[in-house]
């Protein structure tokens, strides 16, 4: 008599962001010629992490708005105000992974929506798995890098001024980078 074939069991597992080791900085074009950088230093996120299916793999993420900081308080104030994030109206950033495209062993497209002043869009972030390792502490962490690029106005960030030599203050394209660094939280066998 033969037994039927045990379903292989797959390993996902759980890792959150640790926001010490982790950066979310952004960049923008300044009077056409130059590029202006900024981060925020308070959010949070989890990915669940299938090695064996990438693509059953997910990503949640949420920025605290307020947290803006370019380097420059007067900037980060008006950043703050209704003419860029309106952050009282709309305190958090948040994205959530839809799909996950494996493209090689540690690359991969991570497609989700990302919600900021309301307004929600599907992007697409562009990852890669930098590997894992044990911290000397005795807990597993998990590296990951992401790009992408966002136009301000799909989200109702249109403010601008005209330059005197033509085109415009700010461009309207936002660069993205996100360096993180995750711990994991748990296994867990799924079907």
């Known amino acids: 008599m033969t037994s039927p074939a045990a379903a292989p069991v797959r390993?996902?597992?759980t890792w959150a962001v640790d926001p010490l080791h982790s950066l979310v900085e952004?960049?923008?074009k300044h009077l056409v010629v130059t590029t202006v950088k900024g981060r925020f230093t308070a959010f949070a996120?989890?990915?669940v992490l299938d090695e064996a299916e990438p693509a059953r793999s997910a990503v949640e993420a949420e920025i605290d708005v307020a947290s803006v900081d370019t380097g420059q308080p007067q900037r980060d104030d008006h950043l703050r105000t209704s003419d860029f994030f309106e952050v009282e109206r709309y305190p958090k950033i948040t994205f959530r992974s839809t799909r996950v495209e494996p493209l090689s062993q540690d690359?991969?497209?991570v497609v989700g929506d990302l919600t900021m002043r309301g307004v929600t869009r599907e992007i697409a972030l562009d990852a890669t798995y930098n590997g894992r390792t044990r911290h000397p502490r005795g807990y597993d962490v998990a590296g990951f890098?992401?790009?992408t690029?966002?136009?301000r106005d799909d989200f109702g960030v249109q403010f601008n001024m005209a330059l005197e030599t033509g085109g415009w203050a700010l461009g309207k394209t936002v660069r993205v980078l996100i360096?993180?660094?995750a711990i994991q939280q748990e296994s867990a066998a799924a079907p």
């Open 145 to 147: 890098t992401a790009e």
């Open 45 to 47: 996120g989890t990915i």
């Open 26 to 28: 952004f960049s923008i």
């Open 107 to 109: 690359r991969f497209r």
């Open 149 to 151: 690029t966002i136009n």
């Open 11 to 13: 390993t996902r597992t």
């Open 179 to 181: 360096e993180i660094e």
